[in-house]
Structure formats: structure tokens, C-alpha cells
């Protein structure tokens, strides 16, 4: 097995059961919650966004994820463990590994970091407003699905990129599990592709739900080939169980065009 992604991982493990991962709160998670309670424009963010870390709080949720998944019969463990780059999501895959005891090498694949968000990187939703007014206004027109920032990403184009990774999984044998740790907007976007949803009921469920630090949303297809179905979504019991505090930090609920 190779180093460099999910290509290599998945292809010596196939795929029945795809458990998908948030990374524990980070300190950009935090930073961004108090900009916007304090009504700044800009987030004190600590660092670019693929080398924020885990705060304090995400290393436990990390921790406690691990001792959930510890408890997951062997036969029916993650064989390929794939994170995102992005240094608060490798944390959270490397911490929960280690502490669930599974001797297995977390693997990267670019394709799962978040999205980019271009010249609006690290402003608020009233920086945007008071700093790019045309770009705000476009951004309500369009919606969270089709817009996309200068530099950045919409979330039809992060869709892509997860069409590329599910499309590997689709074509390769069964008998296998696997395990991705990414970022919110992604399990929103992994659960519109594999659901076959529309843009209103993805982003309906984008404005009334916030995918929960270190929660666990899982898909299955027993036969390994096909469909996949939806098991569980945004579970976080492990953190309650565990005396682990249980964070949100969502993103802007106002997603819808207008």
C-alpha cells in the first residue's frame, strides 16, 4: 500500500460500509464563533486554514471518538483510514486511530479538505458585506450550491471532487470498510451525492443542520456493489457517554438563493 491517498488505500480495501468523519473542534472553529459573536469582520484566525489545529477540546473529542470506534468488532473495523490534509482533520484520524487501538496508517487525499473560500478566507458574514457588497449580493442570488467566490469554490465544485472519490469506491470489489475524515460542508455534500438530493433538499437540510464536531455518519451496501444507503447521521453520542463536550460550529444557515 502507498502513502499518497485514497486511490491506493481503497484499492486494497474495497467497500461496504463508509463511516464519515467531522475533525474535532478547531481553533479556527473557535476563532470563527467569536468573531461572529462579537460582530468583527475579520476571524483572528491562528494560521492558514490547512495548518489550523485542534483545540483543546477537539483533542478530547478525538480521544473519545477513538474509544467509540474501539469498540467495533474486528471483522467489522475500517481496513482504510483517509483524512483530509488539512492538519485539524489528520489530528482527529491519527488521535482516534491511536486510541482506538487499530493498527492501521492514515492516509491523505487532497480531494477531502474543505472548501476554499477564495478572497473571502477568514472574513465574517459582515465582512463580506462591508467589505465585498457586490459579493455578498451574488452570493444570495446564486445560493450556497452555485456560488462561487473569486479564488475559491462553490459547493457544486467541491461536489465534484467527491464524485471522483466515490467513484473509486463504486468500481472496486467488496468485502471492506472505510473510514474518511473530513469537514463539515463535505459530509453535507457526501450525503447529497450518495442520496441523489436535490439542491433545495441539500441545502433545506445545509439551514437546519449543523454537522457536530467529531460525529459519525455512516452508509452502507452490504453487497458492495450499487446504492448506498444511510444508516446513521451527525451521531455524537460517544462525546455525551464520554463527558466530552459536544460542539456545533456550523456555517452560515443562510443558504438558500433568493
Not at 460517544?238 to 443562510?254: F, I, N, R, Y
Request: with cysteine.
Amino acid at each position: 500500500m502507498k502513502d499518497d491517498g485514497l486511490t491506493e488505500a481503497v484499492q486494497e480495501a474495497g467497500a461496504v460500509e463508509l463511516l464519515l468523519i467531522r475533525h474535532g473542534e478547531s481553533e479556527g472553529n473557535v476563532a470563527a464563533t467569536d468573531a461572529r459573536m462579537a460582530g468583527a469582520e475579520v476571524i483572528a484566525a491562528p494560521a492558514r486554514d490547512a495548518d489550523v489545529n485542534l483545540s483543546g477540546t477537539g483533542q478530547e473529542q478525538a480521544k473519545a471518538l477513538g474509544a467509540a470506534l474501539a469498540r467495533i468488532a474486528e471483522e467489522f473495523r475500517p481496513d482504510a483510514v483517509v483524512s483530509s490534509p488539512y492538519a485539524r482533520a489528520f489530528q482527529t484520524a491519527e488521535i482516534a486511530v491511536e486510541a482506538a487501538g487499530w493498527p492501521v496508517k492514515v492516509q491523505l487525499d487532497e480531494r477531502l479538505r474543505d472548501r476554499e473560500l477564495g478572497i473571502l478566507d477568514r472574513l465574517t458574514r459582515l465582512g463580506v458585506e462591508k467589505r465585498y457588497p457586490e459579493e455578498a449580493e451574488r452570493r444570495e442570488w446564486l445560493g450556497k450550491m452555485y456560488y462561487r467566490p473569486p479564488g475559491g469554490e462553490s459547493w457544486a465544485d467541491v461536489a465534484l471532487r467527491l464524485r471522483s472519490v466515490l467513484d473509486e469506491l463504486n468500481n472496486l470489489g467488496s468485502g471492506h470498510r472505510v473510514m474518511l475524515v473530513c469537514h463539515d460542508a463535505l459530509i453535507m455534500l457526501f450525503r447529497y451525492v450518495l442520496e441523489g438530493m436535490t439542491e433545495k433538499e441539500l441545502l433545506d437540510l445545509a439551514a437546519s443542520t449543523s454537522v457536530l464536531n467529531a460525529s459519525i455518519t455512516r452508509f452502507v451496501r452490504p453487497a458492495g456493489e450499487g446504492p448506498w444507503t444511510l444508516e446513521s447521521f451527525n451521531v455524537a453520542d460517544h462525546l455525551t457517554e464520554q463527558g466530552v463536550a459536544v460542539t456545533e460550529h456550523g456555517g452560515d444557515s443562510s443558504v438558500h438563493p433568493k
